[in-house]
């Protein structure tokens, strides 16, 4: 994905396909039947737990008269009224992304940061280096020391920016010590 890219958010898409479905009368079986699909690939597309091939996406969206923006939800504000609600209606994933690449309105990583698994954590610190983000005194004392260091070695590789002197009162005498290139 290049850098700033958009990323699908399957869990709002399988709720529009929903949504368009119950809005025409069909049931996920008759709607399977006019795609030639299973009926199980209608409820796995519902679910947010994969999509519809291009020719159904297209087949869709003159079944419903609507655009493929519409049906893919990228027109769609992202916004929230809590953090929990946010969880809820969206995959994960698409969270941190648009977190990350600050496309949810009121939202932060540091808002979501104690929410995440540490495959998602990762994906998000992966993220801010590919963004050149600099990390600041709000997000450096969520991170984990695991985290910190990686952040100190994606700095001193060149890949993020990082300000020493704003950070240090914050950093141990280990991550100074990483820092400064004595351990």
Same mark, same amino acid.
């Given at each position: 994905?290049?850098?700033?890219?958009?990323?699908?958010?399957?869990?709002? $898409?399988?709720?529009?396909?929903?949504?368009?479905?119950?809005?025409?009368?069909?049931?996920?079986?008759?709607?399977?039947?006019?795609?030639?699909?299973?009926?199980?690939?209608?409820?796995?597309?519902?679910?947010?737990?994969?999509?519809?091939?291009?020719?159904?996406?297209?087949?869709?969206?003159?079944?419903?008269?609507?655009?493929?923006?519409?049906?893919?939800?990228?027109?769609?504000?992202?916004?929230?009224?809590?953090?929990?609600?946010?969880?809820?209606?969206?995959?994960?994933?698409?969270?941190? =992304?648009?977190?990350?690449?600050?496309?949810?309105?009121?939202?932060?990583?540091?808002?979501?940061?104690?929410?995440? /698994?540490?495959?998602?954590?990762?994906?998000?610190?992966?993220?801010?280096?590919? $963004?050149?983000?600099?990390?600041?005194?709000?997000?450096?004392?969520?991170? /984990?020391?695991?985290?910190?260091?990686? $952040?100190?070695?994606?700095?001193?590789?060149?890949? $993020?920016?990082?300000?020493?002197?704003?950070?240090? =009162?914050?950093?141990?005498?280990?991550?100074?010590?990483?820092?400064?290139?004595?351990?």
């Amino acid at each position: 994905m290049k850098e700033g890219g958009t990323l699908l958010d399957l869990i709002r $898409i399988g709720n529009k396909l929903s949504d368009l479905r119950q809005q025409k009368g069909h049931t996920q079986e008759s709607l399977a039947e006019l795609l030639l699909v299973t009926h199980q690939a209608v409820s796995k597309w519902e679910r947010g737990l994969s999509l519809p091939s291009v020719d159904n996406l297209c087949y869709l969206m003159e079944f419903y008269l609507v655009s493929i923006e519409e049906i893919l939800c990228l027109d769609s504000p992202k916004t929230s009224d809590s953090i929990d609600e946010l969880f809820k209606e969206h995959d994960r994933h698409f969270i941190v =992304h648009e977190t990350v690449q600050k496309r949810i309105e009121g939202v932060t990583l540091e808002d979501i940061l104690h929410k995440l /698994s540490n495959e998602e954590r990762m994906y998000a610190l992966y993220l801010l280096v590919s $963004i050149k983000y600099k990390i600041d005194e709000k997000l450096w004392p969520r991170l /984990s020391v695991d985290e910190r260091y990686y $952040i100190i070695h994606q700095h001193k590789e060149g890949n $993020i920016p990082f300000d020493f002197d704003l950070l240090m =009162h914050l950093m141990s005498k280990n991550e100074i010590k990483k820092y400064k290139g004595e351990i």
